[in-house]
């Protein structure tokens, strides 16, 4: 199982290490990992990208659909449900290969 890219101890433990983005020595980080500042604006930045990746290939996929589709509602309503999901699944697939390239 993954761990969240800032598990910050609660408390100040350990050797201070640099962030590796600011640079700033934070105490409780590992060699290379960012600080708690550091991590949200990536965390944020990567948010933005994955948002702008999801729309930029949900849209054609729900013109395709709507294009495509019989009139029925049902197939209507399971078109619109797999659109739906695409949109979840890509946002959170580009969320995290964001995460990673920037970090």
């Known amino acids: 199982m993954l761990q969240p890219p800032s598990l910050l101890a609660p408390w100040?433990?350990?050797?201070?290490?640099?962030?590796?983005?600011?640079?700033e020595f934070v105490a409780g980080i590992p060699v290379g990992g960012l600080c708690a500042?550091?991590?949200q604006?990536?965390?944020r930045r990567?948010?933005?990208?994955a948002r702008w990746v999801a729309m930029g290939t949900t849209l054609p996929l729900a013109v395709y659909v709507a294009w495509t589709l019989p009139h029925d509602k049902t197939a209507r309503l399971v078109g619109a449900a797999a659109v739906l999901i695409w949109y979840v699944l890509t946002s959170l697939i580009a969320r995290r290969v964001a995460w990673e390239w920037m970090k």
């Open 41 to 43: 604006r990536v965390r």
């Open 46 to 49: 990567a948010a933005r990208i």
């Open 37 to 39: 500042d550091c991590t």
């Open 12 to 23: 100040p433990i350990g050797p201070k290490h640099p962030c590796a983005k600011c640079g």
